[in-house]
């Protein structure tokens, strides 16, 4: 495993190999990796790739120095992670270099979806293309040039919706957002508090705040309404196969567990979708065609965006370390029993067999 040994990602796998009897994996540290130019492993050694996050010597090595918390240094730490792992020797990974390239740079990962036909919401920027507003001037001009009233802002290298902005927009003039932004003396934060900000002004200011890490627009579509609280899904895919599900509900546009997003009855989305027409399984194929645009990666959270009435189901973000979900089991007859690292485990030699050929 490429991971910080601290973390429990790494613990958490490193129990799930201890229960299936698969020998410790070795863990060589990203601070390592980011320090000593790289990493070598043997041949037939088969690499895990897990999150640089949650650990602040690591972060300063990609972004540069600063606070944890700062939203600032997005392209940086883009540019140097994949430096980093185009820097590792040898060994079979698990995730390759060029999805995690496309899964870190949204507007690069939507644009692909979109060319595979996966239903995503509208996006002016999608694929990566030359326009790339720079201001909430810019955004006010692309948003109208596409007719979109309501949308997220989010940074093109972001995860765990840090610097994401919920923008509404009516006649007359008249914008609120919502984010957990705090702008504060030394530069903007990620506050984990989600604020409403009213008035073109300030709702300016916090978007020009954030501007400079290259912004991905996309519609912002109405989510079912669950108990009075917004739901959508996380579903985790593991060699081309849905094997997890979570029904996460909010009261706030971003249904991130962080944010305070809490997880929901899973089966009041299976019998929804069920009900609807649409069905439990053709959803859980919307992140099956999702993951399969990256075949070359064995695992990927997929944020699956329901339409309200449950009617249909798009694809909001691909998340390459989208498989933290402790205590979570997987779904019957996929991965019963199993947590997402032990249903990782069990797909291993096929998949790295399938992925060799």
């Known amino acids: 495993m490429v991971g910080n040994p601290e973390n429990r990602r790494v613990t958490l796998f490193l129990d799930a190999a201890a229960r299936r009897?698969?020998?410790?994996?070795?863990?060589?540290?990203?601070?390592?990796?980011?320090?000593?130019?790289?990493?070598?492993?043997?041949?037939?050694?088969?690499?895990?790739?897990?999150?640089?996050?949650?650990?602040?010597?690591?972060?300063?090595?990609?972004?540069?120095p600063?606070?944890?918390?700062?939203?600032?240094?997005g392209p940086r730490w883009y540019a140097s992670l994949l430096?980093?792992?185009t820097s590792l020797r040898g060994g079979r990974l698990l995730t390759h270099p060029d999805d995690l390239a496309a899964l870190f740079d949204k507007r690069v990962c939507h644009g692909m979806l979109?060319?595979?036909?996966?239903?995503?919401?509208?996006?002016?920027?999608?694929?990566?293309?030359?326009?790339?507003?720079?201001?909430?001037?810019?955004?006010?001009?692309?948003?109208?040039?596409?007719?979109?009233?309501?949308?997220?802002?989010?940074?093109?290298?972001?995860?765990?919706?840090?610097?994401?902005?919920?923008?509404?927009?009516?006649?007359?003039?008249?914008?609120?957002?919502?984010?957990?932004?705090?702008?504060?003396?030394?530069?903007?934060?990620n506050s984990l508090r989600v604020r409403r900000v009213t008035g073109e002004d300030d709702v300016a200011a916090v978007v020009d705040a954030v501007a400079g890490e290259g912004l991905h627009v996309e519609a912002w579509q109405p989510k079912p309404v669950i108990g009075g609280h917004a739901a959508d899904l996380r579903v985790v895919v593991v060699a081309g196969r849905a094997t997890?599900?979570?029904?996460?509900?909010?009261?706030?546009?971003?249904?991130?567990?962080?944010?305070?997003?809490?997880?929901?009855?899973?089966?009041?989305?299976?019998?929804?979708?069920?009900?609807?027409?649409?069905?439990?399984?053709?959803?859980?194929?919307?992140?099956?065609?999702?993951a399969a645009v990256f075949p070359r990666t064995l695992c990927v959270g997929v944020d699956l965006l329901p339409a309200a009435g449950w009617r249909s189901a798009t694809v909001g973000e691909v998340n390459a370390f989208g498989d933290l979900l402790p205590g979570l089991t997987g779904l019957p007859g996929r991965a019963a029993g199993h947590d997402t690292y032990e249903a990782q485990l069990a797909a291993l030699d096929e998949w790295t067999d399938r992925a060799a050929a």
């Open 83 to 85: 430096a980093a792992v």
């Open 66 to 73: 600063g606070d944890a918390t700062r939203i600032a240094g």
């Open 114 to 189: 979109a060319k595979h036909a996966i239903p995503v919401p509208l996006s002016p920027t999608s694929g990566g293309t030359s326009l790339e507003p720079r201001s909430w001037d810019d955004i006010r001009e692309v948003t109208r040039s596409a007719g979109l009233r309501r949308f997220f802002l989010k940074p093109a290298h972001g995860s765990s919706a840090a610097g994401v902005i919920a923008v509404e927009t009516a006649p007359g003039g008249r914008v609120q957002a919502r984010s957990s932004i705090e702008i504060a003396a030394d530069g903007v934060h």
């Open 244 to 290: 997890h599900a979570v029904l996460r509900t909010s009261t706030h546009p971003m249904t991130n567990l962080h944010l305070g997003g809490r997880r929901g009855d899973l089966a009041i989305a299976q019998r929804a979708f069920d009900n609807s027409g649409f069905g439990w399984e053709r959803a859980l194929s919307v992140a099956e065609r999702a």
């Open 21 to 64: 009897g698969v020998p410790t994996p070795r863990v060589v540290p990203w601070q390592q990796v980011l320090t000593e130019g790289g990493a070598a492993f043997d041949p037939d050694e088969v690499v895990r790739l897990d999150s640089p996050g949650e650990n602040a010597s690591v972060d300063a090595l990609l972004r540069g």
